[in-house]
Structures are given as structure tokens and as C-alpha cells.
């Protein structure tokens, strides 16, 4: 046995995000359950029965509505793209409320979750105002970190993500041949021209 070996490789260090998630999908849905036998006793297991069945019937709406909505803007960009037939003139504006269907579907997703907090989320996301909000905190929240994570061009990233080995070790460089030839190419072909991203 030598020392001054190269010490065994460690197991990466668990994300906070897969330590906390499930403890806090757990902790919701045993406050879900409880709230609804706290509306049970307070008024009775048929009206628990029917806002569940009321949430189901109404997410479902919305989601079709949402999914509707979202099919006919993808069908109007199609048609309005340049050399379509029946294609707009150029600088036409978005209709109002053609944004935010994501939002909508998922308020129609919590709605169809069986619980009290996943029915006010859900409620809370099909008001016009908060819909519109969160879109717009969410747009600059990406913007961000699209920013900070690629300071370069995308070609840039692309190139980064290429030169990592598997175990996480960076090799950066170039291969230059003393014969003049091009790498990989063999000696009855003549040079290749170098490969650009």
C-alpha cells in the first residue's frame, strides 16, 4: 500500500432542493388533510364532498379553456408568419389576455387538487391582476438568470458544457500537429477544413 495516493473520490453533495422539496410536499399534504377534516367537522363530509367535486369540475374548465386559448395563439403566430397565406401585415400586437395561459392552467391544476390550500392557490391564479404579475416577475427572473449564466454568447456555453469530462475535470487546449497535418485525418486524404460551431 503507498501513501501519497490520490485520495478516494468523494459523492457529491445532495442540493439543498432535493433535501427540502419532498419534506415540503410531505408537510403540504398532511396540512391539506387536515384542513379538510377541520372543514368536515365544521360542516359536514357531504359539503367536503362537494367543494372537492366543485374544484375538480371547475379546473377542469379552466384548463380546457387555457388549452383552447393557447392551440388558437399558436395557430394565429403560424398563420402570421412571413410567406403564409392570409399572413397580417407586420407589427400587429398580441390580442389582450392571449398571455399568461401557463399561469391559467396551472390555477386549473391546483384547483383539480384535492385540498383547501391547492383550491386558493388555484382561485387566486384565475384573477386577471395576479396572473399578470407573476408572469411578469417570472419573465424578469429568467431574464436574470439567463444573464448570469451565460455572460458569453451561447456558442460560448455550448463550447464550456463540451470540454468537461464526466468526473467534472476541465481540459482546455489545443492539439497541434508537428507534421502539418490536421488530427484525425489520414494519410491518403488531404486536409479537411476545420469544423466551426
Do not use: C
Not at 47 to 67: C, D, E, N, Q, Y
Not at 68 to 90: D, H
Not at 129 to 158: C, H, I, K, N, Q
Not at 182 to 187: H, K, T
Amino acid at each position: 500500500m503507498t501513501t501519497g495516493s490520490t485520495p478516494p473520490p468523494t459523492a457529491p453533495r445532495r442540493s439543498r432542493a432535493r433535501t427540502f422539496i419532498p419534506l415540503a410536499i410531505a408537510a403540504w399534504a398532511v396540512l391539506e388533510i387536515w384542513l379538510l377534516t377541520v372543514v368536515a367537522d365544521a360542516a359536514g363530509g357531504f359539503t367536503v364532498l362537494l367543494l372537492l367535486v366543485a374544484g375538480i369540475v371547475l379546473g377542469a374548465a379552466v384548463m380546457k379553456r387555457a388549452g383552447r386559448r393557447a392551440f388558437r395563439n399558436l395557430t394565429e403566430t403560424l398563420q402570421q408568419m412571413p410567406g403564409q397565406p392570409g399572413a397580417a401585415a407586420a407589427g400587429q400586437t398580441e390580442p389582450p389576455g392571449s398571455r399568461g395561459n401557463g399561469f391559467l392552467m396551472l390555477g386549473g391544476l391546483l384547483l383539480m387538487i384535492p385540498g383547501v390550500i391547492s383550491d386558493v392557490a388555484g382561485l387566486a391564479l384565475l384573477v386577471p391582476p395576479v396572473r399578470s404579475s407573476l408572469g411578469r416577475y417570472a419573465e424578469r427572473s429568467l431574464e436574470r438568470r439567463m444573464r448570469a449564466a451565460t455572460p458569453g454568447s451561447l456558442s460560448d456555453a455550448f463550447q464550456q458544457a463540451r470540454i468537461h469530462r464526466p468526473d467534472g475535470k476541465v481540459v482546455q487546449g489545443e492539439v497541434i500537429r508537428q507534421d502539418g497535418a490536421q488530427p484525425g485525418s489520414r494519410p491518403d486524404e488531404g486536409p479537411r477544413p476545420p469544423l466551426t460551431p
